[in-house]
T-cell receptor, first 117, second 113 residues
């Protein structure tokens, strides 16, 4: 059974804290993604990675960084959390597709609810 | 500027009737479109997709229609069931951008029994 695991489901952090959101996939996928979901805005891509130690900015990278030291793990880092980063964060993974997405091979984790106070 | 738009935040439908969810896009380079379904406290799951070389794709109760000239797609669910109540996201991708998807804001579907 395929699995994308986000280790923290619910977090409450203080403004200015450094926050780590961890994501692990067990499918040997090359691609990994971090999205945030906000009401009325849908899912917005923060960062993605096509390979180990490789990262690319998505549509809203400001205030975030990522780390991919191992193929199965993709971490999202909030260097100094702010209240406007209160959101649901979704990690996803997929195999490399030669430029063609296949929706049923993109797997999402269950999400991490982050509240910054 | 949202490249994928779902202009209806919510839709309420009677069980057994048809649900029609709409999606518009602005980027003419998009050539692959997907619908995802999301329950509260869960990640999105893939529902159905369509390539720009087609205008219709069907999978059981779910059919997606694509009108390239209008940059519009729709998801039809027939018949609607209470278990279909969820948030539906439309997503799009460009060739060469792998599995990088651009999502719409989502439509909350409520199917009343």
């Amino acid at each position: 059974d395929v699995k994308v695991t986000q280790s923290s489901r619910y977090l409450v952090k203080r403004t200015g804290e450094k926050v780590f959101l961890e994501c692990v996939q067990d499918m040997d996928h090359e691609n990994m993604f971090w999205y945030r979901q906000d009401p009325g805005l849908g899912l917005r891509l923060i960062y993605f990675s096509y390979d180990v130690k490789m990262k690319e900015k998505g549509d809203i990278p400001e205030g975030y960084s990522v780390s991919r030291e191992k193929k199965e793990r993709f971490s999202l880092i909030l260097e100094s959390a702010s209240t406007n980063q209160t959101s649901m964060y979704l990690c996803a993974s997929s195999p490399s597709g030669g430029g063609r997405p296949s929706g049923n091979t993109i797997y999402f984790g269950e999400g991490s609810w982050l509240t910054v106070v | 500027d949202q490249q994928v738009k779902q202009n209806s935040p919510s839709l309420s439908v009677q069980e057994g009737r048809i649900s029609i969810l709409n999606c518009d896009y602005t980027n003419s380079m998009f050539d692959y479109f997907l619908w995802y379904k999301k329950y509260p406290a869960e990640g999105p799951t893939f529902l159905i997709s369509i390539s720009s070389i087609k205008d219709k794709n069907e999978d059981g109760r779910f059919t997606v229609f694509l009108n390239k000239s209008a940059k519009h797609l729709s998801l039809h669910i027939v018949p609607s069931q209470p278990g279909d109540s969820a948030v539906y996201f439309c997503a799009a991708s460009e060739w060469g951008y792998g599995n990088k998807l651009v999502f719409g804001a989502g439509t909350i579907l409520r199917v009343k029994s």
